[in-house]
């Protein structure tokens, strides 16, 4: 303490002394001016310009002298702050001193600085199998016999307050079905669980509830049923927001959960962004947050983390050296959030494990393989091609825990979609569950939280 206030005391004579030199020299510089005679306009201003820039010179070497000196007073032993032992290309070759980055303090191997990747990938387009723009994930098969794996199911819903549709229009062709059909089905089947992200679509509904409905609400949030994740009013835009509307919309939403609900959302769920900001990261850690999942990353960035098992990190913004501002993400690996996309690499294959897309509904699949129905004739053969994307996926993770979401835009609207959906990966399960030799259990847990504590790096 006592060296901080000594240094306070020094860069403000510094500063002051700084600043009286400048206001002499402008006082200096504005004399002749006033002297000189009538004619000679453009010669005066050309002075006048040199002299703004000599001064703007001195500024900069003021604020650099005294940077320095406060720099060697925290550091009297000669710590090594400009950063000449990182070979970052972003590391500035004569950096200014005083802010020390987090890259300056790189630990090991494992820490990546995004600017870099940046610098390094040569975006392109290899063609990369059937994920499309990645590569080939090969496995032996007793990858899991020591730990096995362990998949998290997420079934979701992704509700935009307002695209195609307005908000209202949205809310009464779609959502407030969902979110009723989610109290009904939730309750039948203490095994379903969904995590809901909307807040400003979730306020709205509560509105129209009795008491005995919102108890219900709060006994599936109590039982890790339902699980709120961000708690936004909305699933906030990462690219074109001011942070000051992230932050507010954030604390809209957290109050109203808060309020009326009595609970802490502690994971981040951003699967629509285009882009993510490490702002919202920041954000997200200081409203309480422990983790968060993004997906809608650049697909060579998508590729080169899962090449180096990197897709589960910290994120740590690069103006904190400490680990205060961390917090866990996982990235989607693949091209989207919805079915076809997470259960795999192989979305013609993982689409037939989207039973909202059976034979005769109005959604199908592009691949043009319908999925079936699960029955005991085939369940062998569906839980094992099911099982071959689960274990490909998890070869892109570090952990034996992998996380699956079940879900897309505006999903389980009719209550046939809840029965089609948790009927049949029910019966695959339960399938995996008697088959240890296998090496996997299929759990819808807590949810996030504890599957990303799983993750904890
Ligand atoms: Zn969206």
Not at 433 to 441: A, F, I, K, R
Request: glycine fraction near 6%.
């Amino acid at each position: 303490m006592k060296r901080k206030r000594l240094l306070a005391l020094f860069a403000g004579g510094v500063f002051i002394a700084a600043v009286m030199s400048l206001h002499r020299m402008l006082e200096q510089g504005a004399e002749p001016q006033q002297e000189a005679p009538a004619g000679q306009g453009d010669q005066d201003l050309s002075r006048l310009a040199q002299k703004i820039d000599r001064l703007e010179r001195l500024l900069s070497d003021n604020n650099r002298l005294v940077a320095t000196l406060r720099d060697s007073l925290l550091h009297p032993k000669g710590d090594n702050i400009g950063g000449a032992n990182v070979s970052s290309a972003h590391s500035p070759a004569d950096p200014l001193p005083g802010c020390r980055l987090a890259d300056e303090t790189k630990g090991g191997a494992d820490e990546v600085q995004l600017l870099d990747v940046y610098d390094r990938l040569p975006f392109d387009n290899p063609p990369g199998g059937v994920w499309k723009q990645g590569f080939d994930i090969r496995y032996q098969g007793d990858e899991w016999d020591e730990t096995p794996l362990e998949v998290i199911l997420v079934p979701h819903s992704h509700n935009d307050p307002g695209w195609l549709k307005t908000f209202d229009n949205y809310y009464h062709d779609q959502t407030k079905h969902i979110l009723n059909n989610m109290l009904t089905k939730l309750s039948e089947d203490s095994r379903r669980k969904m995590i809901w992200a909307e807040i400003s679509y979730f306020s709205r509904w509560w509105e129209e509830l009795d008491q005995k409905k919102r108890d219900t609400v709060k006994r599936l949030l109590a039982g890790g049923q339902l699980e709120m994740v961000t708690g936004g009013w909305v699933m906030a835009d990462e690219a074109n927001s001011h942070y000051y509307a992230l932050l507010d919309q954030l604390i809209e939403g957290h109050q109203w959960i808060q309020t009326h609900l009595g609970v802490k959302p502690s994971s981040g769920w951003a699967i629509d962004p285009f882009g993510h900001s490490p702002s919202m990261a920041y954000l997200l850690k200081g409203a309480g947050l422990s983790n968060m999942v993004i997906q809608r990353v650049h697909y060579a960035v998508k590729k080169e983390f899962a090449r180096q098992q990197t897709l589960e990190f910290r994120w740590r913004q690069s103006w904190d050296s400490s680990p205060l501002s961390d917090i866990t993400c996982h990235m989607m690996p693949f091209y989207s959030y919805d079915v076809p996309h997470t259960c795999g690499p192989d979305p013609a294959v993982c689409c037939q494990f989207d039973f909202h897309r059976l034979p005769g509904g109005r959604v199908f699949c592009p691949w043009r393989v319908p999925p079936q129905p699960i029955t005991e004739q085939n369940v062998q053969e569906r839980a094992l091609l099911l099982l071959d994307q689960y274990r490909r996926k998890s070869r892109l993770f570090r952990s034996p825990v992998l996380f699956v979401p079940l879900g897309d835009d505006f999903r389980f609207v009719e209550p046939s979609e809840w029965d089609a959906q948790f009927r049949n990966y029910q019966q695959l399960f339960a399938f995996f569950q008697t088959h240890p030799e296998l090496h996997v259990s299929v759990r819808t847990p807590s949810l996030l939280p504890l599957l990303l504590s799983l993750k904890a790096l």
